[in-house]
């Protein structure tokens, strides 16, 4: 039918819009891979125990009363209601607490010693910093985590503000962002690629809108990106990048935006050093390009309600333009 076809197309549109694997079903992590797997021994445990009680209430239903074998009342409640719920329970939470111990401590100690990637929450997006070596942070990102593929990376999380929840599902399990409080987890991907997260905590108007990426890559391409991204960004050679500058500054983005090279925020909004490389813009909401990127200057009310950013609606159109053009140059 007409209903069914449309409800096939907006499906396959709604599924096609996703950008990175997110799904739990959908492992690509040792971490993953084991909260996968307890979930199919649950998921395939209860169904069998399904098909067994439906079994036996269907015999009850309908065979024939004279053909009934009397069975004792006794001993199919010690059976059925103390043993088997007994044997099967015990089973998966010895399984359970077993692959969570593992989840918990061991591959953390031999986690890359040489980088630590801390992860902090704010109402609505994250800060990532790059702690490298001894010579404490020298990067800092947001809403999007660079890791080599293949190696297990220490992240550590807190928060600015309220609980959030850090969610990469096809890498890892959850972890709670409590302010106060830091937390640890893994992230290691096998292969690379682009995974999509979440944060898992209701934590205000715009959660839903608060994601992020976590892109793989090879150890030598994200060797790399993290050098580029240690150097601050240049001045702008061309005119009209150079007009985006200047009115940057003066409409005051520098108040809440760290930009390494031309100026250090005062207040806290997410740092747009090297913004031009990152696939997404707030916080996972919209694809980053020169476009959205006046969008969300001009209407961040729109994409974001009731996010710390004003919409800078009375921006000229070239003005908006000329900052949208110079944003996206910082790569
Ligand atoms: Cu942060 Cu929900």
Redesign the pocket.
């Known amino acids: 039918s007409r209903q069914l076809r449309e409800g096939l197309i907006i499906a396959t549109a709604a599924l096609s819009g996703c950008e990175g694997i997110q799904s739990t079903l959908t492992p690509r992590g040792p971490a993953a891979e084991s909260i996968a797997r307890i979930n199919w021994i649950m998921f395939w445990g209860a169904t069998a125990i399904l098909l067994l009680v439906m079994t036996l209430a269907l015999y009850a239903v309908y065979r024939h009363p004279r053909k009934r074998r009397p069975i004792s009342g006794n001993g199919m409640i010690v059976t059925g209601g103390v043993i088997l719920p007994l044997v099967a329970l015990s089973a998966l939470l010895i399984y359970g607490t077993h692959g969570m111990s593992n989840l918990r401590h061991e591959p953390y100690e031999g986690a890359l010693r040489t980088m630590r990637i801390e992860v902090v929450?704010n109402?609505?997006w994250w800060d990532v910093y790059y702690w490298i070596g001894d010579q404490g942070t020298n990067v800092i990102t947001a809403n999007e985590i660079h890791i080599p593929a293949g190696f297990p990376v220490a992240i550590s999380v807190r928060s600015n503000d309220?609980?959030?929840?850090f969610w990469v599902p096809s890498l890892a399990g959850k972890i709670d962002?409590v302010p106060g409080k830091s937390n640890r987890i893994l992230l290691q991907a096998d292969r690379p690629g682009v995974f999509r997260g979440q944060?898992?905590?209701?934590?205000?108007a715009q959660?839903?809108r608060?994601a992020l990426f976590v892109v793989a890559e090879s150890p030598h391409t994200f060797a790399t990106w993290l050098a580029k991204q240690r150097l601050p960004d240049s001045t702008p050679v061309h005119p009209i990048l150079q007009r985006g500058q200047d009115a940057f500054v003066a409409n005051g983005c520098l108040e809440c935006h760290t930009i390494r090279g031309l100026g250090k925020a005062k207040l806290r909004g997410p740092d747009l050093t090297h913004v031009g490389d990152r696939l997404f813009l707030a916080a996972g909401s919209i694809k980053n390009n020169p476009a959205n990127l006046a969008k969300i200057i001009a209407h961040s009310q729109f994409v974001k309600p009731g996010s710390a950013m004003p919409s800078f609606t009375e921006l000229d159109s070239d003005t908006l333009q000329s900052i949208a053009a110079y944003l996206w140059s910082l790569k």
């Open positions: 929450g109402q609505w309220v609980i959030h929840s962002l944060c898992a905590e209701f934590c205000g959660h839903a608060m």
